[in-house]
């Protein structure tokens, strides 16, 4: 299985400022049949389920605010979160589906300071 | 609107049976994969596996292979995590989820997920 290591655990950051979360893969998750990084980002807030952000590593669901960008490739992805709103609040999921087991990181927490 | 609607809570006790289901609308329910993530209390997201609905083809995670049973009836559109001995660390948030896309034959994530069947087992 492809393990995702993600850091840091926890961030504060002021409203307006940026934060930015990493996720690093055991294995790269860049098919090269389609030159695709096969990673998910998920936002979750209490009580709700994950919510899709970012596929492909940098492509932004529907709807989603345009201060959520992802990059990366190969086997190091980074989720920013450009002028932290206060509705930002949430744990963040970095997935990978490249393998059979679509394996998540274990979370991210993003608080206001 | 595409829907994953959850069955309710449920509290059993250690060794006992329990089936939880997930019901899909607004889509070809048969035609797409639906996967099962746990979420321990206050721990993060954990991949359980995947159900073709079509012919119950399975695929899970070397985590929980012989610890839970997925199956479907695509008659009524519908899949299912069954437990045939629970444990007390079974106590957990089940979601559903349904993978986005294809496209291009390239499923890319979930992009629908159920509201979650929280399980308590305790004694």
């Known amino acids: 299985d492809i393990v995702m290591t993600q850091s840091p655990e926890s961030l504060a950051v002021s409203l307006g400022e940026r934060a930015t979360i990493n996720c690093k893969s055991s294995?790269?998750?860049?098919?090269?049949?389609?030159?695709?990084?096969?990673i998910a980002w998920y936002q979750q807030k209490p009580g709700q389920p994950p919510k899709l952000l970012i596929y492909?590593?940098?492509t932004r669901e529907s709807g989603v605010p345009d201060r959520f960008s992802g990059s990366g490739s190969g086997t190091d992805f980074t989720l920013t979160i450009n002028n932290l709103q206060a509705e930002d609040v949430a744990v963040y999921y970095c997935?990978?589906?490249?393998?059979?087991?679509?394996?998540f990181g274990q979370g991210t927490k993003v608080e206001i300071k | 609107e595409v829907r994953l609607v959850q069955s309710g809570p449920e509290m059993r006790k250690p060794g006992e049976s329990l089936r939880i289901s997930c019901q899909g609308s607004?889509?070809?329910?048969?035609?797409?994969?639906i996967g099962w993530v746990r979420q321990k209390p206050g721990q993060g997201l954990e991949w359980m596996g995947l159900?073709?609905?079509?012919?119950?083809?399975?695929k899970y995670s070397p985590s929980f292979q012989g610890q839970v049973t997925m199956s479907a009836d695509k008659s009524i559109f519908s899949v299912y995590l069954q437990w045939d001995s629970l444990k007390t660390s079974d106590t957990a948030i089940y979601f559903c989820?349904?993978?986005?896309?294809?496209?291009?034959?390239?499923?890319?994530?979930?992009?629908?997920w159920g509201q979650g069947t929280t399980v308590i087992v305790s004694s």
């Open positions: 607004g889509y070809s329910f048969s035609d797409y994969w």
């Open positions: 294995q790269s998750v860049l098919y090269s049949g389609s030159n695709k990084n096969y």
């Open positions: 989820a349904k993978p986005a896309g294809p496209t291009d034959g390239y499923y890319y994530g979930m992009d629908v």
């Open positions: 997935q990978q589906y490249y393998s059979s087991s679509w394996l």
């Open positions: 159900i073709y609905p079509s012919d119950s083809n399975s």
């Open positions: 492909w590593a940098s």
